[in-house]
């Protein structure tokens, strides 16, 4: 019996090989692609957190040595802000006691008597205490682009301090690095139960609050 050979046209076989392969490297180029994006996300996400809690870190570090703990400038391990009274009791504050202070923008001579005033009445001094106007610590442009920090500072009747300090201006709980700034009050009294000495030393307390 005799074999008939049955001829194929195979032409265009190379050019579905061809048309294969640059799918495949397609495919593969995009997932690289989509990788390498990813990855230069998180990597700008990881830059962008370290510059936020840097820009935390020092606004708290700031306020500490502002309103407690060890003074930048003077290298004090207190904050001893004098008090004086008159025959009328009126208070007065003695200047030369804010000298370790001088050149930082919250123990001044009228803010302390505002401060005496709101105590005398059993209430809270608050600066700063809304979003529209809150202490704002804005980092210099050499700093290298940090973020804003806004505070808010409170002195409750007993002259302890609480600063709320936070990245985000209405104080979100879920605001990366939200930290709060304790400073404990050790007032000296005279024979009639008024303050004569202010002073915060070494016991602040930094308390980074962890986003909701």
């Not at 008939?4 to 061809?18: E, H, K, M, P, Q």
């Not at 050499?142 to 808010?152: F, K, M, S």
């Not at 209405?170 to 005279?190: G, K, L, R």
């Not at 004569?196 to 307390?205: A, C, R």
Request: net charge negative; with cysteine; aromatic share 6%.
């Amino acid at each position: 019996m005799k074999r008939v050979r049955i001829l194929r046209d195979t032409s265009g076989a190379s050019i579905v090989i061809a048309l294969v392969f640059f799918l495949i490297c397609g495919i593969v180029g995009s997932v690289v692609m989509t990788a390498a994006s990813v990855q230069a996300k998180a990597a700008q996400t990881h830059v962008d957190l370290q510059q936020k809690e840097y820009a935390m870190q020092s606004a708290a570090k700031l306020m500490a040595q502002q309103l407690g703990g060890e003074d930048a400038v003077w290298e004090e391990k207190s904050v001893v802000v004098k008090i004086a009274y008159d025959t009328a009791g009126e208070a007065s504050v003695d200047t030369n006691s804010l000298r370790s202070v001088i050149g930082q923008n919250f123990w001044t001579e009228q803010r302390t008597k505002d401060i005496l005033a709101a105590r005398a009445e059993g209430k809270d001094y608050v600066l700063g205490g809304s979003a529209s106007n809150r202490l704002l610590i804005d980092p210099p442009s050499e700093a290298g682009g940090l973020a804003p920090v806004y505070g808010c500072i409170t002195v409750d009747p007993d002259l302890n301090i609480t600063v709320e300090l936070s990245l985000d201006s209405a104080f979100a709980a879920d605001s990366p690095y939200n930290t709060t700034i304790s400073v404990q009050c050790t007032p000296t009294f005279d024979n009639q139960g008024r303050v004569t000495v202010i002073e915060y030393g070494d016991n602040t307390v930094v308390k980074k609050t962890e986003a909701a």
